[in-house]
């Protein structure tokens, strides 16, 4: 079975800081690693994934997410937190026998101080 | 280009009673999953129709069932709704059922019940 835990329901931090949100995942197959933002009555949209290939994946609004297999892990990282950053964010797995089926994890509520 | 949308946007029903909720796919998507998200946590999958077939089935009783139809859209029923029952309910689309296809979310139906 797999499954996604996200370290820290709520992070905060100051415009211009460093965002780091954590993802650690379970999987006896090789997965496939998502990030969704979710801005208040909205839906989910995906930052980036990650499938194959290289394991440093770019996304929009300027994040990143490095897959570490050694640790199980798929943090996303922004160098600089902008207002319009604060959100909901989840990762998710997958994996090529799931036909699609997301696992997600319970959510980082990010804020952004100015 | 129309994205995925959803109807109605919110919904109140009481115990015991039935609820559709619709969804119409993005132009060109023949695959919808539906999801639940309780209030803080994450979604989680509830099932998935694939050129109106069901394609995959997540940890819910029966009495959560769907359909697709030939232009793709769907809907999810819900029989004998319980109080667990309230929450935001996502649609989300995909040009096919592969496993890491991006999934376009809608803006979910808010249900409650009463």
């Known amino acids: 079975a797999q499954s996604v835990t996200q370290l820290g329901s709520h992070v905060s931090v100051s415009e211009g800081a460093l965002v780091l949100l954590r993802c650690n995942y379970s999987?006896?197959?090789?997965?496939?690693l998502f990030w969704y933002v979710q801005y208040p009555n909205q839906g989910l949209q995906l930052l980036l994934k990650?499938?194959?290939?290289?394991?440093l994946v770019k996304g929009i609004n300027g994040f990143e997410a490095e897959f570490k297999k050694s640790e199980t892990s798929f943090h996303l990282t922004k160098p600089s937190a902008h207002m319009s950053d604060a959100a909901e964010y989840f990762c998710?797995?997958?994996?090529?026998?799931?036909?699609?089926?997301?696992?997600f994890g319970q959510g980082t509520e990010l804020s952004v101080k100015p | 280009e129309t994205g995925v949308t959803q109807s109605p946007t919110h919904l109140i029903k009481t115990r015991g009673q039935q609820v559709t909720l619709r969804c119409s796919s993005q132009?060109?998507?023949?695959?919808v999953s539906w999801y639940q998200q309780a209030l803080g946590q994450g979604p989680q999958f509830i099932f998935q129709?694939?050129?109106?077939?069901?394609?995959g089935r997540g940890n819910f009783p029966p009495r959560f069932s769907g359909l697709q139809f030939p232009n793709y859209s769907s809907e999810l029923n819900v029989n004998a709704l319980e109080l667990d029952d309230s929450a935001l309910y996502l649609c989300?689309?995909?040009?096919?059922?592969?496993?890491?296809?991006?999934?376009?979310f809608g803006p979910g139906t808010r249900l409650t019940v009463l």
């Open positions: 989300a689309s995909s040009p096919d059922r592969g496993q890491y296809n991006e999934q376009f």
């Open positions: 999987s006896s197959v090789p997965p496939y």
């Open positions: 990650y499938t194959t290939g290289a394991t």
């Open positions: 998710a797995v997958t994996n090529y026998n799931q036909g699609g089926k997301l696992i």
């Open positions: 132009s060109g998507h023949n695959t």
């Open positions: 129709y694939y050129r109106e077939e069901e394609n």
